[in-house]
């Protein structure tokens, strides 16, 4: 149960990153403007989601039966919802460099053709 919890701790940590990273990609990158709303609903599924893994993994830990009738262990359903976060915070770091490397080309090109009219004057 020990190594669970530790589980819990770096998927809770990896769902904080992915709200983190939604506020982040939502209102700089799409610009859609800042909800407090929408930030609340996201902790509280965080919280409720976690509750269940924490109840289900607890579950199966104390009945070790209920593990065998559905066929799965604690460790490896926590470590499924792990690796679920850490894709989508990869793909929300992924977006934000690819965009901040096309904004970067844009004004490197954009400095160009100002260096060369300015040069033809």
């Known amino acids: 149960m020990e190594e669970c919890i530790k589980l819990i701790v770096v998927l809770a940590i990896l769902a904080l990153a992915n709200i983190v990273g939604g506020v982040i990609n939502n209102v700089k990158l799409k610009q859609f403007s800042f909800s407090w709303k929408k930030l609340l609903n996201g902790v509280i599924q965080f919280l ?15 009945i070790p039966e209920i593990g065998s009738a559905l066929g799965v262990q604690p460790k490896t359903m926590i470590l499924a919802a792990i690796t679920i976060y850490a894709k989508k915070i990869f793909e929300q770091l992924n977006d934000f460099i690819n965009l901040k490397k096309e904004i970067k080309a844009n004004s490197e090109e954009e400095k160009e053709i100002l260096d060369t009219e300015y040069m033809d004057m």
């Open 48 to 62: 409720g989601i976690g509750f269940m893994f924490v109840a289900l993994a607890y579950c199966i830990e104390t």
